[in-house]
Nanobody, 126 residues
Framework: VQLQASGGGLVQAGESLRLSCAAS????????FGWFRQAPGKEREGVSY????????LYADSVKDRFTISRDNAKNSVYLQMNNLKPEDTAVYYC????????????????????WGQGTQVTVSS
């Protein structure tokens, strides 16, 4: 089981990035996913979550109305579209998977997740 996050980079405030999380070694249709981030000197925090079938999504208040999580099981990928980026969004972003499971709930606690990607750096300059 592997998760490969990509799409990070250096952008200016107000610009956009799209993060991708490529899943391999398992059938992602049985997994819920989450995006987390960790800034220097801070604890890892949840950004967004998506249920196994994609019908339920949840966002941290700090990114609501700016970020959009989505999944494409056919492409074995989960995405995080980040618009109107702010300097406070600067962090290493991680994707995580929980499963296999059969329900459609969301998982906000990072300790619930079974697999983690290596992280991709997002830097937003003011």
């Amino acid at each position: 089981v592997q998760l490969q996050a990509s799409g990070g980079g250096l952008v200016q405030a107000g610009e956009s990035l799209r993060l991708s999380c490529a899943a391999s070694g398992f059938s992602m249709g049985y997994f819920a996913f989450g995006w987390f981030r960790q800034a220097p000197g801070k604890e890892r925090e949840g950004v967004s979550y998506i249920s196994r079938v994609g019908g339920s999504k949840l966002y941290a208040d700090s990114v609501k109305d700016r970020f959009t999580i989505s999944r494409d099981n056919a492409k074995n990928s989960v995405y995080l579209q980040m618009n109107n980026l702010k300097p406070e969004d600067t962090a290493v972003y991680y994707c995580a998977a929980k499963g296999p499971l059969y329900g459609s709930r969301l998982y906000e606690n990072p300790r619930d997740y079974d697999y983690w990607g290596q992280g991709t750096q997002v830097t937003v300059s003011s």
